[in-house]
Structures are given as C-alpha cells and as structure tokens.
C-alpha cells in the first residue's frame, strides 16, 4: 500500500484497509485488531453476525457480499458500511432499519452477464433513488471487477471506475483486491477489500 500510494503521489492515510475476514476464525480477526486493523469485511450475515458480537465495538464493519433484499435490514442494522448496493427492492428494506448507513453502488464495470451490479447506463436512475433515502448516504461506487491474470489489465476499468464517480460525485472508491490493490491505489481506489494476501487463503 506505502509503495504503491507512493508512486501515485498519494497519502497513505487516503486509502483504507479492509481487512476481508470471510471464512476466517475469530482468531485471525483478533491478530488483525491487535496488529490494529479496524475495517474488516464480511460477505455472509449469519457468519458475520457472531463476529461482530465477539469483536470489540470500535471495528467498522463493510458488508461486501451479495445483498439479498430479505437480509438487507439487518445488515444495515449491523454494519457501517454497505458496499454491494444495486437494487431498489434492497433500499426499501435497508431504509426499514432506520438508522444512518454508509452505501456504495455497486457498478458491473465490465458488463460481465454473471455478476451483480448495474451496468454504467442505470447508474444515474439509480443514484437519484438513493439520494431520495434520507438515512442512506451515497458515498461513492464500488467494483469487483473481470478475474484477470495481469493486474495491469484491471487498470483500464479502475481509471473509468475513478471517471464515473468524479462525475457521481462519489468520495469514496470501493475498488482492489489481493491481486490487483496496487493499481486500484494508482487509479484512485479509497477502500481496499483484502483477504487472501492479509490472512492466507480462506477455508472453504
Ligand atoms: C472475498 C472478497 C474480497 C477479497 O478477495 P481476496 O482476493 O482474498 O483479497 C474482496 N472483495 C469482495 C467483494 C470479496 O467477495
């Protein structure tokens, strides 16, 4: 992150760490905590509901997996941050929680049919609907992206990614991986989501 904040001319203090700790034992979480890591991110709400019980309450927790609209309200009742915004069904429940939460819209950067996601043309309409929900606060976008084996192919979609929430208005950046967080950080990314390359590989 230092190196690669550096060669961006960016600080260090501009990007965030999220520590991924999905299908990882508590313990992982607590070496992370005390090495003084304080976003972790989680992708399933049955598993993240313990650890968020376990943990100490100055963590911020990203929700970072698929969003199902029947889950939503105690999601955004349990987390700070949701990173896997794309569907109107899923601002009605999340606005039920009724309590200020974080969003980033989700954003299908490479139009891959298999993932969630709007493509860049719905963004707008979407954007508007949740700029109408007075608890939910837009925060920027956030992107998964295609699997590729050169992170330097994933620098083309960051820098539109960059492009596209400039115009959004976005302040943060939800983009980079194990694979790819370099150039993520070169192109603008404000929050990393790294699992493997913290914590080894996950159990499956
Ligand atoms: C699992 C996951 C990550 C972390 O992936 P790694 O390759 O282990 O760093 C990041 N973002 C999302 C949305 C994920 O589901």
Known sequence: M???CESAGRQTESVTLISVSKNQPLEKLWEAYELGLRDFGESRLQEAESKILAMPKDVQWHFIGNLQSNKAKRIATLFSVIHTLDKEAQLKEIAKANRPVDVLLEVNIADEPQKS????NLLDAFRSQVLNCELTRFRGLMTI???VEDPELMRPYFRLMKQINDRAGGEWLSMG???DFEVAIQEGST???VGT???GERDK
Do not use: Q, W, Y
């Open 2 to 4: 230092g190196r690669a």
């Open 191 to 193: 929050h990393i989501r």
């Open 117 to 120: 996601g709007n493509p860049v």
């Open 145 to 147: 992206g295609p699997a």
């Open 177 to 179: 991986m194990s694979g």
């Open 197 to 199: 390359a913290l914590f």
